[in-house]
């Protein structure tokens, strides 16, 4: 199924919602920040830790839906003209590097959350937070975009060694220009 006739998963909106809460959150708190400091030379403090908090927490979020919506970056202008199973291959490529990107990911965040616990790291900022707390928010944000990747990546294994090219594509590859627009309409005409 094409994600122009799919809607979201439970598992999309979870993870589009508390990224989109923590941004807007993050937009009110620096707005009064900068009245504050504008209109009354008073700082929160923090504004900037918490933004850059809420960007490392945010940012696996964002992968989630980018992953499971297909809405990653492709080039289409080669692979229309490609035959099914190379098109499959290319399918199947696209989403075992999104497996693996999101493993380098999972990786990288063990290993700067195992190096703060060791360190008992704080920030360097007036609240001098232990490290650990908001790492380990990162660290299952990260894990949240490890399980639907490494997911999607066995399912499109399956349906590449078992012979079925078509079903990998249509699961995997990028809307056709009729299903792209079909979709706009679709959000037109629900507006």
Known sequence: MSSAQAGPSAYERMAANVFGVTMLVLALLVTVETLLRKFFSISLGGV??????SIAVGAPLAFVVALMQRAHIRINIVYIYMGPRLKACVDYLSIFSLGLMAVFLFGFTVKTVLETQAYQSIAQTPWATPLIYPQVVWLLAMVVFLLPAL???????KL?????????SEQ??????????????????RR
């Open 151 to 157: 997911w999607l990546q066995i399912r499109a294994f």
């Open 172 to 189: 995997f590859g990028p809307d056709t220009p009729e299903e792209e627009l079909k979709a706009e309409l679709e959000d037109l005409q």
């Open 48 to 53: 900037d830790e918490l933004a850059g908090y």
């Open 160 to 168: 590449l060694v078992s012979g079925r090219p078509q079903d990998l």
